[in-house]
T-cell receptor
Framework: GENVEQHPSTLSVQEGDSAVIKCTYS??????FPWYKQELGKRPQLIID?????GEKKDQRIAVTLNKTAKHFSLHITETQPEDSAVYFC???????????FGKGTKLSVKP | GAGVSQSPRYKVTKRGQDVALRCDPI?????LYWYRQALGQGPEFLTY????????KSGLPNDRFSAERPEGSISTLTIQRTEQRDSAMYRC???????????????FGPGTRLTVT
């Protein structure tokens, strides 16, 4: 079955710096890769996703890139702000199944 | 519009009791998923439905766990003879559709925090 590895497990940056979180997946049939942000005590919130028919997607300060050959995808946050502090989860899914397989999460801390 | 809702938000039960956790998906969402999330970990898939049909229950830990969605809307996850290891956050998610080659976005509910004493 699918296995998703996520790195780093913790990341600390200064406000205004960029943050990059990387994930690898094992199932070449996976074709959907969402990213969720989870603040303490809250539900996971979908912040961006990418499908296998594109290599990059951007939404304001957030971008995701996908390398299907290498089976890895990354989340890029630019101009980080203290409110970006949270745990971020990557996930992978196959279109025929739909259930998400999650990475173990990255705790991002943005220091003002 | 209203998001995914779950009830109860917190449930404390004694070992050996049965519990039923409820999920009310976003109106019109065809697919409904159950996950379990341990503290500090990502959600772990349990089972999912398209309409009222259970499509995949491979993530259910054992036969004490079952789920149903009889009318294709609200779903109930039932845990029989609860054990302390069942203590976790149980989350429900729903998505708009089914079919095609790509999944739809999944939106999560607030979860039910289950504590088995």
């Amino acid at each position: 079955g699918e296995n998703v590895e996520q790195h780093p497990s913790t990341l600390s940056v200064q406000e205004g710096d960029s943050a990059v979180i990387k994930c690898t997946y094992s199932d070449s049939a996976s074709n959907y890769f969402p990213w969720y942000k989870q603040e303490l005590g809250k539900r996971p919130q979908l912040i961006i996703d990418i499908r296998s028919n594109v290599g990059e997607k951007k939404d304001q300060r957030i971008a995701v890139t996908l390398n299907k050959t290498a089976k890895h995808f990354s989340l890029h946050i630019t101009e980080t702000q203290p409110e970006d502090s949270a745990v971020y989860f990557c996930a992978a899914s196959r279109g025929s199944q739909g259930n998400l397989i999650f990475g173990k999460g990255t705790k991002l801390s943005v220091k003002p | 519009g209203a998001g995914v809702s779950q009830s109860p938000r917190y449930k404390v039960t004694k070992r050996g009791q049965d519990v039923a956790l409820r999920c009310d998906p976003i109106s019109g969402h065809v697919s409904l998923y159950w996950y379990r999330q341990a503290l500090g970990q990502g959600p772990e898939f349990l089972t999912y439905f398209n309409y009222e049909a259970q499509q995949d229950k491979s993530g259910l830990p054992n036969d004490r766990f079952s789920a149903e969605r009889p009318e294709g809307s609200i779903s109930t996850l039932t845990i029989q003879r609860t054990e302390q290891r069942d203590s976790a956050m149980y989350r429900c998610a729903s998505s708009l559709g089914v079919g095609g080659s790509m999944p739809y976005e999944q939106y999560f509910g607030p979860g039910t925090r289950l504590t088995v004493t």
